[in-house]
């Protein structure tokens, strides 16, 4: 896993060395091990390296052979060995980096389809003049980049971008409202006005004149491609899908260890790694203190069945405060997640052993694990009683429930929405359309973000829109920034894309079967691991806020929030938020998701637009941002 950055100038005037320098020394946590620069003419690449395959080579940027091309690559071609013995190209490395340089000089964007792995880089072709950006299927790994009649910007994080642009861009009120709307901005769009992320799957070519075309290579399979499978064939076909996915995760040149929680995703892949070693996997779990929240008493059991080394760290309130306007300069946005500091927490632990680690995410979104897929079908066709009399009669029970009724109010939240797009996001969504309404004026932005075909069966329609927004746009992007910060690479099996075009290809029936959620995966797991750690309920990765908010984080919360110059404050109004803490305080409702979502919102504006002068990282990759927020 690297950092990867560069600049294109359709004037034909020169890339400034200086400025790539800039542009990559904001991503030395992406990349420790080495740094490397390319400029020809009015394009440029630089590079960080983080060395996982072929540790003493494949430097980049890298020329093909010939020259005609140049490539700027981040992430791990898993089949590149096998690809390697395929082709006829006179390889001068032993690495991946080659192989996706030489597929794409041979077939150009038609050779993305035999690419097995996660990645994102930018290929110059010195014949055309032109410039193609990839970011692979499911959006494992980020690109950023700012398009216009001057010029194309682009970098693995969106602080690389900022120093090349001729001024600083504004705030994208729109997307504050799609951020109120579900916790993260849906690809293309991004808080910072102009910077645009490129969609999982897609491929933009910018020509030497400025002239772009964006092509979608990759979509999961259509309804109409489901295999006739009874349930026991369903799991013996992820059975084995999951395991060639978590044999092709594990490749590489340096030692490879998992996150566990105890969960059953963690602990089917941490089963699947330790039958394919000799070694003691490395093993690393986190922890709220004693309580019901804390999971490291299953991950424990999990780790002596499999004789793991396993490794534990606990995180506190403060590591809240002083962590949050580093983790945010590093995420690009709020950290709109709780979990997302115990994470990075846990990557500065596994840094300590591995450089890379295999984790669970991806479970859930394939085979229906949330709550939310048991109800896909209420969901869809409760639209058939009119929003103006659904919206406010649910929004009046809500109101009215006690705090312990929290799901139950999600649900009606989620389900008094206007239509089934705002409604499938509600389940995630801190604040309703109707809210974001009265609060800004603006409901959300316009809807450019990849949709799930149509069809009748809605929980795959569920599913899939998981599956192309909130996956990339919040647990992927979020996973990536928060493991990167401590130069840790992250690696989900679970999201092989032949396990997730097979998972596409399933009847629904066999991820949410009999009232249970992803029962396949669950029935793959029962032959390798604990009853007990199968048929656990889904406790997720939860971070104690509710009290925090009531007592150590109360403070911070009011003050950030209500005092004079918040960005919050300004946006929503002083009343209504003060109204939201007192409701919280008070015990009346937990809205512990909502505080948490607008603090985030005012640490990102702090460090982004009012103490720009902080942005920077030194050469170690430490970020300047400090102390608390």
Same mark, same amino acid.
């Given at each position: 896993?690297? +950092? *990867?950055? #560069?600049?294109? $100038?359709?004037? @034909? &005037? ?10 990559? !020394? %904001? ?80 077939? +150009? *964007?038609? #050779?993305?389809? $035999?690419?097995? @792995? &996660? ?10 003049? !032109? %410039? ?81 075309? *964006? ?415």
């Amino acid at each position: 896993m690297c +950092g *990867i950055a #560069g600049i294109a $100038r359709f004037d @034909g &005037q020169p890339v400034d060395p200086a400025m790539l320098s800039t542009m990559t !020394g %904001l991503l030395a946590h992406r990349g420790p091990d080495a740094e490397g620069f390319w400029a020809q003419g009015p394009v440029g690449f630089g590079h960080r390296r983080l060395s996982i395959i072929d540790l003493g080579g494949s430097a980049q940027p890298m020329a093909s052979a010939g020259g005609r091309h140049h490539i700027c690559f981040n992430g791990e071609i898993f089949n590149y060995r096998q690809l390697r013995e395929q082709m006829s190209y006179p390889f001068q490395t032993g690495g991946d980096t080659e192989v996706a340089l030489a597929m794409f000089a041979e077939k +150009g *964007i038609d #050779g993305l389809s $035999r690419l097995v @792995g &996660q990645f994102a880089f930018a290929v110059h072709d010195a014949d055309s003049g !032109g %410039l193609t950006l990839v970011r692979d299927r499911v959006g494992v790994l980020p690109l950023y980049y700012c398009l216009d009649d001057s010029q194309l910007v682009f970098a693995s994080e969106i602080k690389a971008i900022l120093p090349a642009l001729p001024k600083p861009p504004a705030v994208d009120h729109a997307s504050v409202a799609d951020y109120l709307a579900g916790r993260s901005v849906p690809a293309p769009a991004t808080l910072f006005e102009g910077v645009r992320k490129l969609l999982p799957g897609h491929a933009l070519s910018v020509a030497r004149d400025g002239r772009s075309t *964006i092509r979608r290579y990759w979509s999961p399979p259509l309804a109409t491609e489901e295999l006739p499978v009874d349930p026991r064939q369903a799991v013996d076909l992820v059975d084995a899908a999951l395991r060639r996915a978590v044999e092709r995760a594990t490749v590489a040149d340096t030692p490879v260890g998992a996150y566990l929680s105890g969960g059953v995703d963690s602990s089917l892949v941490t089963a699947l790694m330790s039958q394919r070693t000799d070694e003691p996997v490395h093993t690393f779990s986190v922890g709220f203190g004693p309580g019901q929240h804390d999971e490291r008493p299953m991950a424990r059991l999990v780790s002596e069945q499999f004789a793991t080394r396993h490794h534990e760290i606990v995180v506190k309130p403060s590591d809240f405060a002083d962590l949050w306007s580093t983790l945010t300069w590093h995420r690009d946005a709020p950290v709109s997640e709780p979990a997302d500091i115990a994470v990075h927490r846990l990557a500065q632990l596994a840094r300590e052993h591995v450089r890379v680690v295999l984790s669970g995410e991806g479970a859930d979104e394939l085979f229906g694990g949330y709550p939310k897929y048991r109800l896909a079908a209420l969901t869809s066709r409760i639209g058939i009683v009119p929003s103006g009399l659904r919206g406010p009669l649910f929004d009046g029970v809500q109101r009215s429930l006690p705090a312990s009724a929290n799901r139950l109010r999600i649900a009606l939240r989620a389900l008094g929405e206007r239509d089934e797009r705002a409604r499938r996001d509600g389940w995630f969504a801190p604040f309703t359309e109707r809210e974001r309404n009265r609060l800004l004026g603006i409901a959300r932005g316009e809807p450019g973000r990849l949709l799930p075909a149509t069809g009748n069966d809605p929980l795959r329609g569920m599913l899939e829109a998981d599956l192309l927004g909130w996956l990339p746009d919040n647990l992927l992007e979020r996973g990536d920034r928060m493991t990167m910060a401590a130069s840790v690479e992250m690696r989900p099996p679970l999201l092989d894309h032949e396990l997730v075009e097979l998972a596409f290809r399933l009847p629904s029936s066999v991820k949410v079967r009999d009232g249970r959620g992803k029962w396949v995966l669950k029935e793959v797991a029962r032959r390798y691991l604990p009853t007990l750690i199968v048929d656990r309920p889904k406790v997720g990765f939860r971070v104690p806020l509710a009290d925090w908010f009531r007592g150590d984080l109360s403070d911070l919360a009011a003050d950030m929030l209500t005092s004079n110059g918040s960005f919050v404050g300004g946006l929503l109004g002083t009343a209504p938020v003060r109204q939201l803490l007192a409701t919280h305080q008070q015990g009346r409702r937990n809205e512990e998701i909502r505080i948490w979502t607008l603090l985030c919102l005012e640490v990102w504006h702090e460090v982004f637009f009012r103490r720009p002068d902080r942005i920077g990282s030194d050469r170690t990759g430490s970020a300047a941002p400090g102390g608390g927020a």
